[in-house]
């Protein structure tokens, strides 16, 4: 295998390349997921942002991730690159995409993979408003983990 | 020796990404409560910790030679 | 506008330009789907196909398509170009970008419009076999449109 | 004069891309059962038929002049 599937880089992510990547003669459907900078959230006006990820673990989740999803949906090939370092609006800070032989699979798990990004992968995201800046974590928007730790078995429930 | 990796604001707080503790095992629960008595870091309570790049519960020991990582909630994606 | 976002085309489509055509500063989510030709359906090996359009009607259908999800996911942003002629084995035949603020309805959408593009998007498809060819239409899969016509007042259910 | 498309088998089958009739006005229901006893089309039922680049029902009335197309389902994607 020339090609890393599950990478955190710092350069910007070249969208064909990935694409590449999961492209099979048995598959009929890719799904992609890109995650761009959004200017405004929740009333406030980004700047920039700064990704900062804990590199060799979240490759181990990236891959972790794309094993859970070729147990669930047989038969897909999966690939996903997260950027990290300074992102201006408008850059794609993560890409992920899914084939598979059938379209509903192809939704079903690149949906999957990126609530899954959100619960076990350690990176983190700081938001450069006007007026400061801060790191977000999801203590922000949701209660902490119940069980005291992220759901590393695998995801039941969507939201 | 245990090497601690720190990561987003818990980086910040310490002014440096890593710390280093003289210590043969230690549960990661023991660990989180000596860190927070040394060095008063805030949040810990919902900071996971990693034991050479895999998830560990409060139970799990570390030991000598062992990398650990602090491991705020994770906002990617 | 410089860029057409429904388009029929005969030449390869490029996958970051349909991107480029729905990036927008307040969408943090873009979601694609590609449809590619597959080399096996049904347990019979597909050599190439052929595809046709009318392609004035269907440029016109793929931007009804586009009005639709625009008016039930509002601030989305959709481009649809779909290709004619003779296409091999993992060639793309249908490019769906659509970006949005928030990723939910950027995957409903995406689903919602290669649904509509099978029900209602004058474009035929003929499979090409080591045997034999056959123009592939829906009565081959499925009922009738139960109306008498396709339901081009927008669909209500997913299969 | 009413301009009729013919795409896919319809087109193989007949041997041409498009038919015209002279005619005046016609509802397209009257259209179809004319095209069936007039070249034996098979499969008639399941085509739709388009006015001017606009899906048709059974009651609406072709005019001299207008482009009618005949819809096979269709199977893109």
């Given at each position: 295998m020339e090609d890393k599937l599950y990478e955190i880089i710092e350069e910007p992510i070249q969208l064909h390349k990935l694409v590449e990547k999961v492209q099979r003669r048995e598959a009929g459907a890719i799904t992609t997921f890109i995650g761009t900078v959004r200017e405004w959230t929740k009333g406030k006006k980004t700047v920039y942002l700064e990704y900062q990820a804990y590199k060799p673990?979240?490759?181990?989740?990236?891959?972790?991730?794309?094993?859970?999803?070729?147990?669930?949906?047989?038969?897909?090939?999966?690939?996903?690159?997260?950027?990290?370092?300074?992102?201006?609006?408008?850059?794609?800070?993560?890409?992920?995409?899914?084939?598979?032989?059938?379209?509903?699979?192809?939704?079903?798990?690149?949906?999957?993979?990126?609530?899954?990004?959100?619960?076990?992968?350690?990176?983190?995201?700081?938001?450069?408003?006007?007026?400061?800046?801060?790191?977000?974590?999801?203590?922000?928007?949701?209660?902490?983990?119940?069980?005291?730790?992220?759901?590393?078995?695998?995801?039941?429930?969507?939201? | 020796m245990i090497k601690i990796l720190l990561f987003a604001h818990l980086q910040e707080e310490l002014g440096k990404d890593k710390l280093e503790v003289e210590l043969d095992s230690i549960s990661v629960g023991e660990l989180k409560t000596k860190l927070k008595d040394t060095y008063s870091l805030t949040q810990l309570d919902q900071v996971m910790v990693a034991i050479n790049e895999e998830y560990a519960i409060n139970e799990d020991v570390i030991k000598s030679g062992d990398v650990v990582a602090l491991i705020p909630p994770v906002s990617g994606g």
């Open positions: 673990m979240a490759e181990k989740m990236l891959a972790k991730i794309g094993e859970e999803i070729q147990s669930k949906w047989p038969n897909t090939q999966v690939a996903i690159t997260h950027r990290v370092g300074r992102l201006d609006i408008s850059d794609v800070a993560v890409f992920i995409a899914v084939s598979s032989p059938h379209r509903k699979a192809a939704y079903e798990a690149n949906e999957y993979a990126i609530e899954r990004i959100k619960e076990i992968v350690p990176i983190w995201k700081k938001e450069h408003w006007e007026d400061g800046d801060m790191w977000i974590g999801d203590q922000l928007e949701k209660v902490a983990y119940p069980s005291g730790k992220p759901n590393v078995k695998g995801m039941n429930e969507h939201d | -």
